[in-house]
DNA sequence: TAGCTTTTGAGAGTTACTGTCAGAAGACAG
DNA sequence: CTGTCTTCTGACAGTAACTCTCAAAAGCTA
């Protein structure tokens, strides 16, 4: 699911939300168009050329924009791509899970609920993005690295939750096994088109890696 | 350790070996000075101003080669940094494990093995890479990709010798998870001055998370 | 020494990105 | 609805990492 960054966050929340919370002003409504039309005509150059034979400079054009504007919604090419709004959603789905929990549930559960969420709105589009995600390599190392800006901002989560220091080794090779774990499984999920319920996979995934680990 | 590819690699084999191995032509040795050149003229350069303000054309005037001659020796300015022998001795040392041994423990020691050589020979730099892979997010991001390369290699030779599908869940979550774990743990290890014992670390680690997943 | 192959440097081109600036276009007060 | 104030936009110039091509230089081989 690429967990990453928010985009260049106009006021604040995620462009769904956004749309549907009413009245905005004809600025604000123009951004979000704009966005919207950047996003759109990129996917479309993506899908009929490819990523990387798509230039900046044609999207821009496609979507009727200069270059100085494409960059001003989306810092890199690769923002198109990635910026989702994964963190603030699973970071509320880990503060909202009861006390005594077992922590990798507790991770697993917050991962699997704002999942499918955004499965249940935007399915292809996921789906698209992990296709990127395969086969482009420039977009798998920028996901990579918001990975592990999530599994930091988990890190601390759970140290509040714990009292167990947020650098320490135990908190951060846990929370990077599951992250790594949660990361596999969509990309597999992903690769036999989405058909499977992802949260029986990750489940047995988790399940399955336990066992090795205990022997 | 940038689990990574190894350079562009000129007959085979690594820098070191080669250095060692003998007579080799002329055109070889001067290749290999040419390389050596660059690669401590760069890192120099790092040192002083850091990577992302020191310019492949400023590396190629310091190492008095042509910035065209740079990038043959390196594809990208980040293969600086990354390039490694890593995988081809992990590969071996999978290789080399006892054939009933639990899959944790062998990948677990296929892992340190080479560790322990590496960091014999050339601590200080590892140290050094470890440190620009914690502050420059591009290498980062490339260490990373290197690193789901070294996995997928990995689940091929467990897959061998399971045989597990290689491109099940079960052993891409179960390699997915050591990796992540070996990974934070040397990055842990690098962060505090590389002072503890690497295989300590990783034995730990591996334990705890082998507990937290088992609850 | 002569001829073949590899390596090198020069130079031109592409692309992602950065920074600056003037003008256009919403927002807002009176 | 007019003038002012703020924000958004496009044009332009610049940088840095690559890529490609080609001719000269240097090592190799007979």
Avoid: H
Wanted: aromatic share 6%; with cysteine.
């Amino acid at each position: 699911m690429t967990p990453g960054n928010s985009p260049t966050r106009t006021p604040a929340g995620s462009e769904l939300e956004e749309l549907l919370a009413a009245p905005l002003g004809l600025r604000e409504r123009k951004k979000l168009k704009t966005r919207r039309a950047i996003r759109s005509a990129a996917f479309g150059l993506f899908r009929d050329q490819g990523y990387e034979a798509t230039t900046v400079d044609q999207i821009a054009a496609a979507a009727d924009v200069s270059p100085s504007t494409f960059f001003r919604y989306f810092p890199t090419k690769e923002d198109l791509v990635i910026s989702d709004d994964y963190d603030p959603l699973m970071e509320s789905g880990l503060r909202a899970r009861p006390a005594g929990e077992p922590l990798v549930a507790s991770v697993r559960e917050a991962m699997v609920g704002p999942l499918r969420q955004i499965l249940a709105a935007e399915r292809d589009e996921v789906l698209l993005r992990m296709q990127l995600y395969r086969e482009v390599p420039a977009i798998r190392a920028r996901a990579l690295v918001e990975m592990q800006r999530s599994s930091a901002m988990m890190c601390e989560l759970l140290a509040e939750r714990t009292g167990l220091p947020a650098d320490g080794l135990e908190l951060r090779a846990l929370v990077a096994a599951v992250m790594a774990v949660s990361s596999e499984t969509v990309q597999f999920w992903a690769e036999r088109g989405g058909e499977a319920d992802l949260a029986d996979l990750l489940a047995d995934a988790i399940g399955s890696v336990g066992r090795s680990f205990a022997q």
